[in-house]
């Protein structure tokens, strides 16, 4: 398996194109990468190990089946700005707390319609104002 944190884009989708690495064994780098820093940084907010493997399983099929997508399989975070139906947005803000998104924002929808695996959300500043 290729160590993957902290490369291109371009040079993760070469390997799954070569299927040198599938899109499970990417997301799990990103989880574990996640999971070793995360406390420290506190960079994320809320992370769905589930959901995420599920995707990328569901990728996996796909580039199997030859599929091309440019973001196919490929893990992302979202900054907690952007709602996700049934993810908890807060926007950096106490006062959200307890939100879950009723709809999905149409960027984040575009990015997951091009097979992209959404596997966290992103902290920042309260509404995203800095």
Same mark, same amino acid.
């Given at each position: /398996?290729?160590?993957?944190?902290?490369?291109?884009?371009?040079?993760?989708?070469a390997?799954?194109?070569?299927?040198?690495?599938?899109?499970?064994?990417?997301?799990?780098?990103?989880?574990?990468?996640?999971?070793?820093?995360?406390k420290?940084?506190?960079?994320?907010?809320?992370?769905?190990?589930?959901?995420? /493997?599920?995707?990328?399983?569901?990728?996996?099929?796909?580039? /199997?089946?030859?599929?091309?997508?440019?973001?196919?399989?490929?893990?992302?975070?979202?900054?907690?700005?952007?709602n996700?139906?049934?993810?908890?947005?807060?926007?950096?803000?106490?006062?959200?707390?307890g939100?879950?998104?009723?709809?999905?924002?149409?960027?984040?929808?575009?990015?997951?319609?091009?097979?992209?695996?959404?596997?966290?959300?992103?902290?920042?500043?309260?509404?995203?104002?800095?």
């Amino acid at each position: /398996m290729s160590e993957v944190i902290g490369q291109s884009l371009s040079s993760l989708r070469a390997l799954l194109a070569e299927k040198k690495i599938s899109s499970v064994e990417l997301t799990k780098q990103s989880l574990s990468q996640i999971e070793k820093t995360n406390k420290a940084l506190n960079s994320l907010v809320f992370v769905d190990e589930k959901a995420a /493997m599920s995707s990328a399983e569901e990728a996996d099929k796909k580039l /199997m089946a030859g599929e091309k997508a440019a973001l196919l399989g490929i893990p992302f975070s979202v900054k907690d700005l952007f709602n996700v139906k049934g993810q908890p947005t807060t926007a950096g803000s106490k006062i959200l707390q307890g939100y879950n998104s009723p709809y999905t924002a149409t960027a984040i929808q575009n990015l997951l319609s091009d097979g992209a695996v959404l596997i966290a959300r992103n902290n920042q500043d309260e509404f995203g104002k800095y």
